[in-house]
């Protein structure tokens, strides 16, 4: 009877807030206020898969801090599956990886910290996860408390081994385990959209993947013989889902999977999965070997007007406003009554542009913005080239190559 008193007690009692000196309460749900623009990053993943270690993890918070990728928002530092041992230890705890962390999981995470930076850690709703490491099902309290202890701000929770599980509830405990635990850390579902995690994640998660997962190509698929599943390229993965744009926004993001930008693309390519990714308001988690990266692609994913294009404060994905001969024409509306805009070549010649904004209003069918360029006119910049390219009262011109973009911003 004591410790359901106990229970009870600190059920009740509201908890200090570790950012921004908000307050939360225990109870249901998500921590609010974690994530009120796309969350931005690096996960280890894509690269390294579950060959991680902590001198990876400190050489990469170094460097996005010594490139200016944190100074542009790059904040999350996530280490995907791998980091722990086989087996939980006798009293069911999860146990970081001795070999791969000598120091410690939680002298990493203080290291990361140090810099200026926020950690990540991966679990699965399942009872394994993707890569055999033990699931938290069955877990899930004692799980969150370890993770509020070792101080991390950020959850990526996968969906593997989950035959038989409910997504909805499995998402749902884990959500009130972590909020029970105390420490406000960023959920992203991770659930690869099979069970439609936009229609009931709002309350649960931060972010919610809503494709499987992603492949450093333009538009193709890549078939995995073991295990009979697919990889996507960025513009598979883009188009992927329809109508769902309007489940997304400020804390409750469409998550169209970690970039690809420099892991193996062409620059064209790279650019133009980046303008997509702040296109569509997706979360910017880089995926790329900091310790091997261009200067093209560190341009590429610190271009602050693109970053300032996903971060805005009006949270709205971006849609697709028309497609004629390959060539696609995308709008985002942002803040302030301005508007991004960018052209698409999706065929494999390049395109000459001639768009006439007279004859092609804009209508936001979800969220009821729209412009008609007959009677607003508006300045235009160029986000790649980071210059004026005149209004609106004129044809907009100018040549696109095989699988770029133009990306522009519309200023009333």
Not at 20 to 36: I, P, S
Not at 111 to 138: E, I, M
Not at 290 to 298: A, C, G, I, N
Request: aromatic share 12%; with cysteine.
């Amino acid at each position: 009877m004591k410790k359901i008193l106990l229970s009870f007690l600190l059920g009740s009692i509201a908890i200090q807030g570790f950012s921004q000196g908000n307050v939360y309460k225990q109870g249901t749900g998500k921590f609010e206020g974690l994530a009120m623009t796309p969350p931005m990053g690096w996960n280890s993943w894509n690269t390294f898969e579950t060959n991680i270690d902590e001198k990876l993890v400190k050489e990469t918070a170094d460097i996005m801090v010594s490139t200016g990728m944190a100074a542009a928002g790059y904040t999350y530092i996530v280490l995907d599956d791998g980091w722990m041992t086989k087996e939980r230890d006798a009293n069911g705890n999860l146990i970081p990886d001795p070999i791969k962390f000598p120091s410690g999981m939680k002298s990493l995470i203080d290291y990361v910290h140090s810099k200026g930076l926020k950690f990540g850690l991966y679990n699965c709703a399942g009872t394994h996860t993707c890569a055999g490491y033990p699931g938290t099902r069955g877990y899930e309290y004692q799980d969150a408390r370890f993770y509020a202890n070792l101080g991390i701000d950020f959850l990526k929770y996968d969906w593997c081994n989950t035959a038989g599980i409910n997504a909805p509830e499995a998402y749902a405990t884990m959500s009130n385990a972590l909020k029970t635990a105390g420490r406000p850390i960023v959920f992203s579902l991770c659930e690869w959209g099979d069970n439609k995690p936009w229609d009931w994640g709002k309350p649960i998660g931060n972010l919610w993947r809503i494709s499987g997962d992603i492949y450093p190509c333009f538009d193709c698929e890549f078939h995995h013989e073991e295990g009979n599943w697919s990889s996507w390229g960025f513009m598979k993965i883009a188009e992927m889902r329809k109508d769902i744009r309007k489940f997304s926004g400020p804390d409750h993001w469409n998550d169209f999977d970690m970039m690809e930008v420099g892991d193996g693309m062409t620059n064209t390519e790279d650019k133009t999965h980046f303008a997509m990714w702040c296109m569509m308001a997706s979360p910017l988690i880089a995926g790329n070997d900091f310790r091997k990266m261009s200067k093209e692609t560190l341009a590429i994913l610190t271009n602050k007007e693109l970053i300032a294009v996903n971060q805005d404060k009006l949270g709205i994905q971006g849609f697709k406003l028309s497609a004629e001969d390959g060539l696609e024409v995308w709008v985002k509306p942002l803040s302030d009554g301005a508007w991004a805009i960018t052209f698409l070549n999706r065929t494999d010649a390049p395109k000459k542009i001639n768009y006439d904004w007279k004859k092609n209003p804009i209508k936001d069918a979800d969220f009821g913005f729209e412009v008609d360029f007959n009677k607003s006119i508006f300045k235009i910049k160029d986000l790649w080239k980071n210059k004026e390219a005149g209004t609106t009262k004129k044809n907009f011109t100018g040549d696109i190559a095989s699988h770029d973009v133009i990306t522009l911003k519309l200023i009333p």
